[in-house]
């Protein structure tokens, strides 16, 4: 069978060198991202065809099958691509660092009509099948107990933890010998080799193509203040399965100095102990429960053949044995621990990973699956991923999610859940500090979200209010808009960017959109009167606005600048954050913006010293302290629970909006050229963080309706222009007609899935559908 070798990374060469040493194989290739790996390959093995691009090692005439050895990241979509060319694939463990790519990968296999094994090598390890044979033996009994131990000094990574580098192993053998998946876990981490002179160390293997890093799906390295967060280097796991009292655990460690690699079974009728460091006995059978005895004779030629005879007649040979006990502490002392029959059957060595390519090869010729295939890879990464649930959540259960549930094709909008599931342990911790503090309002949490908001910002102050709808308010109020006042913003956007006007008693004065779908800077100088007080740009959509021109705009006409950042948290102008550039922006922390609250809240945030300090004020009933109310106020308070989720998700929030980044690449990348799609742009100087992720298309609602159908949850914002709106029409009529962008866009533009924990199987579902949609000629 013809064979290629991809990744040539620590792995890589032992599986070249496998593939050329078996006869059943061919190895006709290799392929590396890194071209001197290629070249040093073919060099030393010269009738081989190197590949720096997987794309073009696919069409090598006659490759049967693939070998993929690339970091974990890579995996799911270098896989998609073989096993969419129908090649065999052995990809090395885990399958994806996602459950839900890996169930894709496991339906995708099985349409393509492939052999797809998982590298779970420890499966083809000759003590472990030993293992698994004394543990169906009619001696063992029924399987009470099983514990698995894990540890080496290092490597330290930053990419994963201990659980995800080392756990695997023992899960995949608990899951080959009992044939059950785990229905819950327990798992709690720690970082003890996180100091100064233990700084993590880059992984050994590099991924094939680039793809956001492991922490997605709930596994990636966090980002604070800059710096990676120390993944944990100790991981204690509990597993319990469904209709079963019985527990296993796993202890995995870079920390301790001794490398262990132990397995123990314990049955109502023997022990067993697999030992793949004891390489004079892998495996350890003991035939009787462990209990306190009397003193065990020592053997001799003579009994040696009873102590490793019959459980029973063993044991009644040291009870004759025996001397009697007579209670006193030094008889306690002296006496021993029965063990009862001990015996080590015989292991044959080989090597475990030419036992699995093997395997490999000889399914794929017969048109069959291995005991470690797809299905059984990506029930690994359904327990891996509930560990990573349970460790960041401190150790609560967690529900391992069923592969049915995962093949659920249904994408929200945005997902919540998936993101409360990432930080619930820390959250839930500091939400109930509060509780227990009751200091429900304007608690000392608040203030430590305004000063961390405020620096990550790139401002002075930030004062927490209840809504962004109160910040608008305010932000107008003091700076002294009212009746008669006129204030110029664009058309499409929220209502809650006109209310804010209005409801001072001032002027909403709308301006089309520019192709960005920010505020037209060329229309606004047309529009300012006397009576203009501000420009209050939005940075829709994530987006940003041309913000030097407006403030030039601004500083010409003596004209306030308030920016509109609710959908923009951490989007970045020539590298200025949103809502540092104005004289205050005002921010929304709905739960569905990026920075989203677990209920409604907003704030405002300035370098003005007076404005802020005004605001802060008025929000507390207009008290400087309490009961000294320095002006008439009123009441609109950042809850200090809300300020705790902010707080808990702001250390997150620039890792969230680069996996949204990247999924707006992916996007743009796979429905180029599908249907009457036009795509959103990004204004040059910008980087937007993708709150929505917005297309237009003639034939809007019908898209819509069909991704609603297949269970895709697009949206539309804002299908009503503010100047159409019944609560503004009478009012603007002035405006039909004159906003010629927003009007005839508003029924062509739709929002699809955007959220941090959107999949790349997620994405490319979407796509396949929109490409459905397009493909199909009947639609109009």
């Given at each position: 069978m013809?064979?290629?070798?991809?990744?040539?990374?620590?792995?890589?060469?032992?599986?070249?060198?496998?593939?050329?040493?078996?006869?059943?194989?061919?190895?006709?290739?290799?392929?590396?991202?890194?071209?001197?790996?290629?070249?040093?390959?073919?060099?030393?093995?010269?009738?081989?065809?190197?590949?720096?691009?997987?794309?073009?090692?696919?069409?090598?005439?006659?490759?049967?099958?693939?070998?993929?050895?690339?970091?974990?990241?890579?995996?799911?979509?270098?896989?998609?691509?073989?096993?969419?060319a129908k090649k065999h694939l052995l990809i090395e463990k885990p399958l994806t660092t996602d459950a839900r790519e890996a169930v894709h990968l496991t339906e995708l296999a099985k349409t393509s009509r492939v052999t797809c094994l998982v590298g779970h090598t420890f499966l083809y390890n000759n003590g472990v099948r030993k293992t698994k044979q004394m543990l169906k033996s009619g001696g063992f009994g029924d399987l009470l107990y099983m514990h698995a131990t894990r540890t080496n000094l290092g490597p330290v990574r930053d990419d994963v933890n201990a659980a995800w580098d080392l756990a695997p192993h023992d899960i995949s053998i608990f899951q080959y010998l009992t044939d059950k998946v785990p229905s819950w876990v327990c798992a709690v981490g720690s970082t003890p080799l996180a100091s100064e002179g233990n700084s993590p160390k880059e992984p050994q293997e590099e991924p094939m193509a680039?793809?956001?890093?492991?922490?997605?799906?709930?596994?990636?390295?966090?980002?604070?203040?800059?710096?990676?967060?120390?993944?944990?280097?100790?991981?204690?796991?509990?597993?319990?399965?469904?209709?079963?009292?019985?527990?296993?655990?796993?202890?995995?460690?870079?920390?301790?100095?001794?490398?262990?690699?132990?397995?123990?079974?314990?049955?109502?009728?023997?022990?067993?102990?697999?030992?793949?460091?004891?390489?004079?006995?892998?495996?350890?059978?003991?035939?009787?429960?462990?209990?306190?005895?009397?003193?065990?004779?020592?053997?001799?030629?003579?009994?040696?053949g009873r102590l490793r005879g019959n459980s029973a007649s063993g044991m009644e040979a040291l009870m004759t044995n025996s001397k009697s006990l007579d209670g006193s502490l030094e008889a306690f002392i002296s006496e021993s621990l029965s063990v009862g029959d001990t015996y080590f059957p015989a292991v044959q060595h080989s090597e475990p990973l030419k036992e699995q390519v093997l395997e490999f090869l000889r399914c794929a010729a017969d048109s069959r699956q291995p005991r470690s295939d797809a299905r059984f890879g990506a029930d690994v990464v359904r327990v891996l991923e509930a560990i990573q649930e349970s460790v960041k959540a401190k150790g609560v259960r967690v529900p391992v999610a069923s592969h049915e549930s995962l093949l659920c094709d249904d994408i929200p909008l945005v997902d919540l859940k998936a993101n409360y599931k990432r930080i619930k342990g820390e959250v839930a911790e500091a939400m109930m500090e509060v509780v227990e503090n009751t200091q429900f309002v304007l608690g000392p949490q608040v203030k430590k979200f305004e000063d961390n908001f405020a620096h990550w910002c790139g401002t002075k102050h930030c004062i927490g209010v209840n809504s962004g709808t109160d910040a608008l308010l305010l932000a107008m109020k003091f700076f002294g808009i009212g009746p008669g006042d006129e204030v110029i913003t664009q058309a499409n956007t929220f209502v809650a960017t006109v209310v804010g006007i209005s409801n001072c008693g001032a002027i909403p004065v709308l301006v089309d959109h520019d192709e960005f779908f920010m505020i037209d800077v060329s229309k606004i100088e047309a529009k300012i009167t006397p009576k203009t007080k501000a420009i209050l740009p939005v940075h829709l959509y994530g987006h940003m606005a041309d913000m030097d021109a407006i403030l030039g705009i601004a500083e010409k006409h003596n004209l306030k600048v308030i920016e509109d950042s609710s959908q923009a948290h951490g989007a970045l102008y020539k590298g200025k954050r949103a809502g540092s550039m104005g004289d205050c922006s005002c921010f929304s922390f709905y739960p569905g913006q990026n920075l989203g609250a677990y209920g409604d809240g907003g704030a405002i945030v300035t370098n003005n010293d007076d404005l802020a300090t005004q605001?802060?004020?008025?929000?507390?009933?207009?008290a400087k302290e309490q009961y000294h109310h320095e002006i008439?106020?009123?009441?609109?308070?950042?809850?200090?629970?809300?300020?705790?989720?902010?707080?808990?998700?702001?250390?997150?929030?620039?890792?969230?909006?680069?996996?949204?980044?990247?999924?707006?690449?992916?996007?743009?990348?796979?429905?180029?050229?599908?249907?009457?799609?036009?795509?959103?742009?990004?204004?040059?100087?910008?980087?937007?963080?993708?709150?929505?992720?917005?297309?237009r298309t003639m034939q809007r609602d019908a898209l819509l309706n069909f991704l609603h159908e297949e269970g895709v949850g697009a949206g539309i914002h804002y299908p009503i222009p503010i100047h159409e709106l019944g609560a503004y029409a009478e009012e603007m009529k002035e405006y039909a007609g004159q906003l010629p962008e927003t009007s005839d866009n508003a029924s062509k533009l739709l929002s699809l899935p955007m959220y941090p924990e959107l999949t790349e199987a997620q994405v490319d579902r979407v796509v396949e559908l929109c490409k459905q949609f397009f493909g199909s000629t009947a639609r109009v």
């Open positions: 013809k064979v290629a070798v991809v990744g040539l990374g620590y792995f890589g060469v032992h599986y070249v060198r496998i593939s050329r040493d078996l006869p059943e194989a061919e190895l006709v290739a290799v392929c590396d991202v890194f071209k001197d790996r290629v070249d040093n390959m073919v060099a030393k093995h010269p009738e081989l065809k190197g590949y720096t691009d997987i794309d073009e090692l696919l069409e090598h005439k006659g490759l049967e099958a693939v070998i993929l050895i690339t970091h974990a990241s890579s995996h799911y979509e270098l896989a998609k691509k073989v096993l969419a680039p793809r956001r890093t492991m922490e997605s799906q709930s596994h990636r390295a966090q980002q604070s203040n800059g710096k990676a967060e120390p993944q944990e280097d100790v991981v204690f796991i509990t597993m319990g399965y469904e209709d079963t009292k019985m527990v296993s655990h796993i202890h995995v460690s870079w920390a301790n100095p001794k490398k262990v690699r132990e397995l123990t079974l314990v049955g109502t009728g023997m022990r067993v102990v697999f030992d793949d460091m004891d390489i004079t006995a892998h495996v350890k059978v003991y035939r009787t429960p462990v209990q306190m005895g009397p003193t065990i004779p020592q053997p001799t030629s003579g009994n040696l605001i802060q004020w008025w929000r507390s009933w207009g008439k106020g009123g009441n609109s308070c950042l809850d200090t629970i809300q300020a705790v989720v902010l707080d808990c998700k702001l250390k997150y929030i620039d890792e969230w909006n680069g996996q949204r980044r990247e999924l707006a690449k992916s996007y743009t990348a796979k429905l180029a050229d599908v249907g009457d799609l036009v795509l959103p742009k990004t204004a040059s100087e910008t980087s937007p963080v993708w709150h929505l992720y917005v297309v």
